[in-house]
């Protein structure tokens, strides 16, 4: 059976990363049109550099919770019928063992170079300006999709999305298109649909299951429920 999971901040909350919406549209203190737009960087990309590097830096410190371990040991079961796509920039899937992952907005340990357009794996901080190990320009940024750009394996995903048989939405707010978008799709295209929220998200209308609490528990439990 193909399965897709598709996951967002909330999933992150009980390893100690913060969600986005869950704090009057403030983000660690600042203001979403700042530090997640074009426009914002172009006005004060220091601002945005320090903003990214912090949150580079802070994946040092935060470890995967049982939430993303079930999902790794969902895909030992499954193989190639699981994919994760994932709305977060953290690397927490990966290094719970997952492998089929898809990070539709980018990784924050990865920089995307402005000029050349390469990605390359980016551990250190941005703010002093780095050359591109590709083009030897400075005109590095943080490999995050923001606000008005295209998400990354949109063909990809939207072909796992209408063939899977089972859709499964973790710890996301269904505020932000085109992942908002993908129950309607997944449902449409003859999927069943459950979500898994600490509380009702914007599209919980649309899925065939609605599950309420912690990821660290719904989602272990879940995946039990599914491989025993
Ligand atoms: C727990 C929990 C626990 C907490 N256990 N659960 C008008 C209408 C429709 C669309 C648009 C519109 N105007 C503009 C648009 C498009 C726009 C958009 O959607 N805007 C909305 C605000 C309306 N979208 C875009 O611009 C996207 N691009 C695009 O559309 O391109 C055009 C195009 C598309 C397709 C084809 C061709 C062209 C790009 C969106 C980029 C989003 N980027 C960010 C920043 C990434 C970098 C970074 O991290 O810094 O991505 S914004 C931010 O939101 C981040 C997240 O990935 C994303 C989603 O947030 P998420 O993951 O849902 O987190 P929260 O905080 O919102 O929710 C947390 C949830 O967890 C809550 O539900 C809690 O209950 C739950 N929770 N603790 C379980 N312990």
């Known amino acids: 059976m193909r399965v897709v999971v598709l996951t967002g901040a909330g999933i992150s909350a ?4 913060a969600t986005f919406r869950d704090s009057d549209g403030l983000w660690e203190g600042h203001d979403v049109e700042d530090v ?9 990309p220091e601002l945005v550099h320090r903003f ?12 995967p919770n049982p939430a993303h371990q079930a999902l790794a040991a969902l895909e030992d079961a499954l193989g190639e019928d699981l994919l994760v796509v994932t709305q977060n920039v953290d690397d927490l899937h990966e290094r719970a063992g997952s492998h089929r992952v898809v ?3 980018g990784e924050l ?13 980016w551990d250190a901080d941005l703010l002093d300006a780095p050359p591109c190990p590709a083009c030897g320009r400075a005109t ?4 995050v999709v923001w606000f008005g750009e295209v998400p990354y394996e949109l063909g990809l995903i939207d072909r796992a999305v209408t063939g899977c048989a089972l859709f499964v939405a973790v710890g996301t707010s269904g505020a932000v298109y085109p992942a908002a978008g993908y129950v309607a799709l997944a449902a449409s295209s003859g999927a069943r649909t459950l979500e898994l929220n600490l509380g009702p998200s914007a599209v919980s209308r649309y899925f065939d299951e609605v599950r309420t609490g912690p990821a660290a528990q719904l989602v272990p439990q879940w995946v039990a429920e599914l491989v025993g």
Do not use: I, K, N, Q
Not at 36 to 44: C, N, S, Y
């Open 14 to 17: 009980e390893s100690g990363v």
């Open 36 to 44: 997640a737009t074009p426009e914002g960087f172009a006005r004060d």
């Open 52 to 63: 990214y590097d912090a949150r580079r830096r802070g994946l040092a410190l935060v470890e």
């Open 103 to 105: 990070h539709m907005h």
């Open 109 to 121: 340990r990865r920089a995307r170079c402005e000029v050349c357009g390469a990605r390359p794996v």
């Open 140 to 143: 590095l940024r943080p490999d």
